[in-house]
């Protein structure tokens, strides 16, 4: 018996450990994760919602299991039982299953006793107390939202969004300054140099195709936006005009910043690519705006 | 005193019973329909009355009040008349119930489509239909109330005082949430604005859930799942607990639905605090039902009816964990405006109402018509694919839901979002679409199934329209003897009235707490002087995205997350909505947000866009609005929606109304005259050009002097 509890507490143990390990490494993975890890953090919790469905599934099984046994032999009694019936012991303390005591339940036979007087079109009711555990449940969810209040509110240990932003706005700023301190591609519209690398060209038409044909057109020949195919230019056709006019856009042209959507990386090959297009003389290009560059 | 013999009314509980079978299917097919709007943006049948932005509101409406209120009514109808052994209080109320709230729906699947509408979710309707609404709810009180009163039963049974708290607490809903300012037949504007309205909507909108689709629920369960397992209910101290808990906290909760908005702080903190400890008084619903089946088990084996409300229990408790959970903030701050959250609602709808709305029927239909169910074997077929499709609903729509929720927080060493083109996140989740809507329409075609086996049974026999019964009249002089009967709680159920009001008093607390000091207190929404009225243009302009339900995909509320400061730009503030009536926040983001889209794009990429969005975002999943270039803009409406403004405290000089058309004009012309620079010929009088000066407008106020903005907490 002593062992039993004991392993019962081990086994307790082992899940409680386990869960730790599976909440600790989902928080820490939050952070610092690519897509694809997101991807099989999202797998990992359909799995483990489904396992936990299973899992509720075999507890309503053995819930099944033990109401139906507890009725059963009932039910024999009346029927096998009746010729022989000096061998019915008298009922004493009936046997309470592990989840009956989990739900803090009354046996059966006792539910007599907690019919309450009135009936309603035929339903009675029971007067069975508010389970202990559900009890517990309440409480503890009370003292969750007080102290969830106190800690936002009154002893502003919490942050609130403003707050939250702020902080989350400085360390990514931080983070940012260290990675483009290490990172050896780092280019602004000073330094960007004029290549005509082919592995740029095809990274720049890459970037080209996704971000920029809806207004320039699939070969530059410009539709909303300017022909970026023929030598003229209306902020300047050096490639260095060219990177900064992506990076920080012409707002009240409708030529939108692409700072926060591109890498200074791509928007350099980007710049790269637009440069490799003059003179390609694509079909249906729009009139030249600007001023003549060679 | 002697036996009195009357009888119970059956023929409106079958009414009832057949509108909720017609408006389920109705309400349902509209829902997958826009459901393959979202993968197919064709299925929109190319017309502008069943786009997505206009019947999306129809599909809830229809379910909601359609197919579950006429449940609702079925429901309480049959158990009211049996629990208080007397027949309804009027028969004549109990017609114009039915064929009023019939109407309703009808005059909703008309004006919907046609783009009449107040954009408040699950109220869209407009003012003389609430109005219609309100008055068809009080008949239907009075009916209730005059069956209590002529009860012959001396107390008031637990699905009784669900079905109180269901009447009193939504006409107090629905009447705060409709004060609303009527401009012509089927135009209004709501009185509050911007955080304000935002707040009363979802105040309103949070309890639409808990009192229209729990409350009369659990009311119901409370009368048919002892019923049909023929076990006496598992705990009454249970039931007065997480009765009064239930419609006392529900009311608080409504707050969750804005967090990380420009609703105030402490507002925000109410509405998690509350819903947490919402998770026990939800579950005691629960845990009072399952365990009624106690002992009763082995017959959910068998009985196809315990099947389905074994199931809709369980969804309920899962729902009403979820919720709570959803509505921490940093859980909140990944899934909301994401499908998790329309996983989330479907769970509790399919699972919670839907099958317990069947479950019902299968058992109250043949005993109203003395006869047994045409084929047991069809309805357990519907109990399987009705949970095939539940399942096949629920799993992809959270796949997606985590997936596009992570996709758009995700960033890039360099500092850049990984995905910072937004349709590069929905087009990932259009497999999981296409796997919603084949799990909707297994569960439409469960309900399909059971609408022809109940037809089949109600052919085979004939209704008992009139039901004999018996009881003893209520004595006049109550001598209460029995000690158990002394009990305070045990005295209440013995007095309708004060119960009512007594309910009343405990659901007002919430909100009253909530809204007061928001409106009173000026600190709540700091004010931006740069913030300035729209312009009569732009004002129509917000009124045709309004007609054309763009909110129902594209929010106006960028949340202070680097996420979206980055994506959008500054993130919104309480004094930038001041003369937004109503709200336009929003609750999903099936597109990218809208707030700050103003000056982000030129006119013309606004008009191409609008005219075919394929052809600036490859691939996306927006219907084309050809419909704007051609329909001319109504600008006899101007001058009397600026005086309808001006009356709401919009600070536009007097006489404005006089001259706001030509200002109109003027715009118009300017915005036509740059469309043709960029070789696109519209004249000015169409509704395009009114649509794209307020896109162009949004968020533009606090631009420019971004850095002197007051906070929002």
């Known amino acids: ?294 | 005193m002697q036996l009195e013999k009357f009888t119970y009314d059956n023929k409106i509980v079958r009414n009832f019973g057949l509108a909720t079978l017609i408006w389920g299917i109705i309400g349902m097919t509209v829902g997958l329909l826009i459901a393959m709007q979202l993968f197919k943006p064709s299925m929109n049948l190319g017309n502008q009355y069943t786009t997505f932005g206009r019947i999306r509101p129809l599909h809830t409406n229809a379910v909601i009040f359609a197919f579950v209120g006429n449940a609702i009514f079925m429901g309480v109808y049959y158990s009211l008349q049996r629990l208080l052994k007397a027949r309804m209080f009027s028969d004549v109320l109990s017609k114009i119930h039915f064929w009023g709230w019939q109407l309703i729906i009808v005059s909703a699947v008309i004006t919907l489509p046609l783009g009449f509408t107040t954009s408040h979710e699950y109220a869209e309707l407009e003012w003389p239909i609430d109005i219609a609404i309100t008055l068809i709810w009080v008949v239907f009180g009075i009916n209730m109330f005059g069956t209590i009163l002529k009860r012959r039963e001396q107390h008031l049974y637990v699905a009784i005082w669900f079905y109180i708290a269901t009447f009193v607490t939504i006409a107090v809903l629905h009447i705060v949430n409709s004060f609303e300012l009527p401009i012509s037949f089927l135009k209004s504007y709501y009185v509050y604005a911007g955080v304000q309205d935002a707040l009363v909507q979802w105040w309103y909108g949070h309890n639409a859930v808990a009192f229209f689709l729990t409350t009369p629920y659990l009311g119901m369960m409370y009368y048919f799942l002892p019923k049909m397992a023929n076990r006496p209910v598992y705990s009454y101290k249970l039931s007065i607990l997480h009765f009064w808990s239930l419609i006392f906290i529900y009311i608080w909760a409504g707050p969750h639905h804005l967090l990380y908005t420009s609703l105030p702080g402490w507002a925000q903190s109410l509405g998690v605090a509350f819903s947490i400890m919402l998770i026990a008084p939800s579950w005691g619903g629960m845990i009072n039902g399952l365990l009624t089946l106690r002992g009763a088990w082995d017959k959910v084996r068998e009985d196809v009816n315990l099947k389905f409300m074994v199931v809709a229990l369980t969804a309920y408790g899962m729902a009403t964990f979820e919720g709570p959970m959803l509505s921490l903030k940093q859980i909140n701050g990944v899934a909301h405006f994401t499908d998790w959250i329309v996983a989330h609602v479907h769970v509790g709808a399919l699972g919670w109402n839907g099958f317990l709305t069947f479950g019902i029927m299968y058992w109250l239909i043949p005993r109203i018509y003395k006869t047994e169910l045409y084929s047991k074997k069809m309805a357990s077929f519907h109990f399987w694919i009705g949970t095939l499709g539940i399942i096949f609903y629920a799993v992809p729509m959270y796949w997606a839901g985590f997936t596009q929720g992570l996709m758009w927080k995700e960033f890039t060493p360099d500092g850049l979002l990984k995905y910072p083109n937004f349709l590069t996140t929905t087009l990932q989740i259009i497999p999981m679409h296409v796997l919603r809507s084949i799990g909707g329409a297994l569960y439409l075609t469960g309900v399909i199934v059971m609408a022809f086996n109940l037809g089949k049974t109600m052919l085979k026999a004939k209704l008992v329209a009139d039901e004999p019964a018996e009881a003893m009249p209520l004595a006049k002089n109550i001598n209460i003897t029995d000690p158990a009967d002394q009990k305070w709680h045990r005295a209440l159920e013995r007095k309708p009235m004060k119960f009512m009001i007594l309910a009343l008093i405990v659901i007002l607390i919430g909100g009253m707490v909530e809204m007061m000091p928001t409106f009173m207190i000026q600190s709540n929404i700091p004010t931006i002087a740069s913030v300035k009225p729209y312009s009569p243009l732009e004002l129509q302009g917000r009124d045709l995205y309004i007609r054309e339900g763009c909110v129902n995909c594209h929010t106006q509320t960028v949340r202070p997350f680097r996420s979206e400061t980055e994506r959008y730009g500054d993130y919104s503030k309480a004094g930038e909505f001041v003369y937004d009536h109503p709200f336009l926040w929003g609750s999903k983001r099936t597109g990218p947000d809208l707030h700050r889209i103003g000056g982000k794009y030129t006119n013309a990429w606004h008009f191409n866009h609008m005219l075919d969005p394929t052809s600036m975002s490859p691939g996306s999943i927006m219907p084309p609005y050809p419909w704007l270039i051609k329909q001319q803009l109504d600008t006899t409406t101007t001058a009397i929606k600026v005086r309808a403004m001006q009356t709401l405290g919009v600070p536009y000089v007097s006489g404005y109304d006089v001259v706001a058309n030509t200002e109109l004009q003027a715009q118009a012309d300017s915005i036509a005259k740059d469309l043709q620079q960029n070789n696109i010929k519209v004249k000015s009088n169409r509704e395009i050009i009114a649509l794209i000066a307020y896109l162009q407008r949004m968020g533009t106020d606090i631009k420019a002097n971004k850095f002197t903005i007051p906070s929002n907490q």
């Open chain 1, 1 to 294: 018996m002593l062992t039993r509890i004991n392993s019962r507490k081990m086994k307790i143990r082992r899940i409680f450990i386990i869960a730790l390990l599976i909440f600790g490494v989902n928080s820490v993975s939050f952070a610092y994760t690519t897509t694809e890890l997101m991807n099989g953090i999202a797998l990992g919790a359909i799995i483990f919602t489904l396992a936990l469905i299973c899992l509720v599934c075999l507890v309503l099984l053995k819930t099944f299991k033990v109401m139906a046994d507890m009725l059963l032999p009932k039910e024999e009694k009346l029927v096998i039982a009746a010729p022989v019936s000096e061998l019915v012991i008298e009922p004493s303390e009936p046997k309470l299953s592990l989840w009956e005591k989990l739900l803090s339940l009354r046996p059966l036979a006792e539910e007599k006793n907690l019919v309450m007087d009135h009936k309603y079109d035929g339903i009675a009711e029971l007067d069975n107390p508010t389970p202990a555990w559900f009890m517990w449940l309440f409480y503890g969810t009370i003292v969750f939202a007080f102290v969830y209040l106190l800690n936002y509110h009154v002893f502003k240990l919490g942050k609130l969004q403003d707050e939250e932003y702020a902080v989350e706005m400085t360390q990514a700023g931080v983070d940012q300054k260290a990675f483009l301190a290490k990172a050896a591609n780092r280019v602004d519209e000073n330094s960007v140099k004029l290549t005509a690398d082919v592995g740029v060209l095809k990274a720049g038409k890459a970037t080209f195709i996704q971000n920029c044909v809806a207004c320039h057109g699939e070969h530059g020949q410009g539709i909303v936006g300017p022909n970026l195919t023929d030598e003229y230019w209306i902020h300047g056709g050096k490639i260095n005009n060219i990177f900064k006019t992506i990076k920080y856009g012409i707002p009240d042209k409708g030529m939108i910043s692409w700072e926060k959507q591109l890498s200074p990386k791509q928007m350099s090959e980007v710049a790269n690519y637009i440069k490799s297009l003059k003179d390609t003389h694509p079909a249906n290009p729009k009139a030249s705006q600007g001023i003549k560059e060679s």
